[in-house]
């Protein structure tokens, strides 16, 4: 065996929250994204070994078993839930990589789904007895003072870098523009689901639009930011064996990392895992094809392609999460979904994302020929 391979990627319109997804659950999300990739690559569904799903938002109960039962996949499958905030769908891509090259597995659907529209809410119980306190956000650090919330973290590491709302709006606007350009050869990845097969969010904007936004913090607002949405995205990863059989696309995970950073800064954390990955594949940001980095914020975005030294025209071609919505844990997956449907044979790309409490995914993908 050379390798894993990625042999299908897929993905639901990303959908904003209370929209046409509102209804569905986790595995309702996951299951057809699951079995539109065993289709795509003609194979049945008794081939699969794993289900590596990201959760971030949902109330437990190992959504990855039941996205793999509600899918028709055999009872042995036990399914994995991961939870690693925004990096967990390109996280859970990393591990499905690494199970197959320590030969564990053979055929694995890893990626990420998420409903913020049935998101649970959350309370903290009273050891005292008192009533149970409602609470949106968990800790991401124990630090109070280093844990601040994701749009203040935007606005400090605005000031800090001196990116001006201005520029924010301006990717912000480009993002939109270039996710209408590029609609029309969007539905190759989509599965369609409840009568929605296109991203529905996208739109056209303008300055004096992104003018009259509410201000969240600083120059962030929410012209310039990722509204909260649902969705899901998987990549299906097979062993070089499995592959020989299948007339499919082929991409190999050239390196990926994870690291943590700041947690103060979360928006820079994706900077150290593009220079690991770019130091152990020896690349230069230039020699990438298409890069699918992050929208979160625009902010985090500017400021991870100008310290990574990125090349502005490959970055989000067709558009990103300011154009579409951020399903929390599946959000890396949909980066790395676009990116394999943006390379060419022969082409390589990098994906990478950021997270609360400081951490950063970078992931590089080749395409072969």
């Not at 959760?55 to 190992?62: D, I, Q, T, V, W």
């Not at 007895?129 to 919330?149: K, N």
């Not at 625009?298 to 090349?311: D, E, K, N, S």
């Not at 950021?354 to 970078?362: I, P």
Request: aromatic share 2%; proline share 7%; charged share 20%.
């Amino acid at each position: 065996m050379t390798g894993p391979v990625i042999v299908g990627a897929r993905r639901l319109a990303v959908v904003p929250r209370g929209g046409g997804f509102r209804l569905l659950e986790i595995h309702q999300l996951a299951a057809p994204v699951i079995a539109a990739l065993l289709e795509d690559a003609g194979l049945g569904r008794e081939a699969v070994d794993e289900v590596i799903l990201a959760n971030a938002l949902g109330g437990g109960g190992n959504p990855a078993r039941l996205a793999a039962l509600a899918a028709g996949l055999p009872e042995r499958v036990g399914g994995l839930s991961v939870d690693r905030q925004c990096v967990g769908g390109m996280d859970a891509i990393l591990l499905a990589d690494a199970l197959i090259r320590a030969g564990r597995h053979e055929v694995i659907a890893a990626g990420g789904a998420e409903s913020y529209s049935r998101r649970p809410s959350r309370l903290r119980t009273d050891p005292g007895g008192g009533e149970a306190v409602p609470y949106d956000q968990p800790p991401f650090t124990p630090w109070p003072d280093r844990d601040p919330g994701m749009a203040e973290a935007a606005g400090a590491l605005a000031e800090r870098l001196g990116i001006s709302r201005e520029e924010q709006d301006a990717w912000a606007i480009a993002s939109h523009a270039r996710a209408l350009a590029a609609a029309p050869r969007l539905p190759a990845e989509i599965v369609p689901l409840s009568g929605i097969e296109a991203d529905p969010f996208a739109r056209r904007i303008t300055a004096r639009i992104c003018a009259r936004a509410p201000v969240l913090a600083g120059g962030v607002t929410t012209a310039n930011t990722a509204v909260a949405a649902d969705g899901a995205a998987f990549c299906l990863l097979v062993s070089d064996r499995i592959a020989r059989r299948l007339s499919t696309p082929r991409l190999r995970v050239l390196a990926g990392a994870t690291l943590g950073a700041d947690p103060a800064l979360p928006g820079l954390a994706p900077v150290p895992a593009i220079r690991a990955v770019l130091e152990e594949t020896g690349l230069e940001p230039a020699v990438f094809a298409a890069v699918e980095l992050m929208e979160a914020f625009a902010v985090q975005a500017i400021a991870c392609a100008r310290l990574a030294g990125l090349p502005a025209a490959r970055v989000n071609r067709g558009g990103g999460a300011l154009a579409r919505g951020h399903p929390i844990g599946a959000s890396g997956a949909i980066n790395l979904t676009r990116l394999v449907h943006e390379l060419g044979p022969g082409e390589s790309g990098l994906a990478a994302i950021a997270a609360a409490g400081g951490l950063g995914t970078a992931v590089a993908l080749e395409r072969l020929a």
